[in-house]
């Protein structure tokens, strides 16, 4: 994962796997394949006046800043866009703090939204194509072993009901 921040033309910053896209024969960039960005949001929580600053104000460091994370396409049923190589104005490496924010908050909206299923194997319905590939199939299988008669076989229809020869 390149896990990169990028300063938008819209002014947005955004986290996320980047990777550029190259022209193969001119070796020029086209864009960047952007996944899972996040659009980063710095609040300030602590502003100072200088003019106004005496002993008492608070000048501390701690809690001044946030950072606010928000998906960048909420929208969007996909989660890799590409960009064009002129919608990023600035690329650069997040500091390690960050990083590690990002990925904490990414897995856990991948966890919240990623739906996933499990198939029962037991229970699959498979089809043996159409009624002239059933035939034949089963032509097959009689020509093979000769002791079967055409009582042991399903017919073809979807019902699933085994037909039987009424004597």
């Not at 001044?64 to 049923?77: G, I, M, Q």
């Amino acid at each position: 994962m390149s896990l990169q921040l990028c300063l938008l033309e819209t002014g947005e910053t955004v986290i996320a796997d980047v990777r550029e896209a190259i022209e193969p024969e001119t070796n020029e960039s086209l864009g960047y394949l952007v996944t899972n960005p996040f659009k980063v949001t710095h609040i300030i929580n602590n502003t100072v006046n200088v003019a106004e600053m005496t002993e008492d104000t608070d000048t501390s460091p701690e809690d001044a800043a946030s950072l606010a994370y928000s998906v960048w396409a909420p929208l969007s049923r996909q989660n890799t866009f590409n960009f064009h190589k002129d919608f990023i104005r600035v690329i650069y490496d997040p500091d390690q703090t960050v990083a590690d924010q990002y990925v904490d908050i990414l897995e856990k909206w991948l966890e919240e939204h990623t739906v996933s299923f499990e198939t029962d194997k037991h229970n699959t319905v498979t089809s043996m194509g159409s009624v002239a590939e059933q035939q034949t199939l089963k032509d097959q299988l009689e020509s093979l072993n000769s002791e079967n008669t055409e009582d042991d076989f399903v017919d073809g229809d979807d019902s699933g009901e085994e037909v039987t020869n009424a004597d």
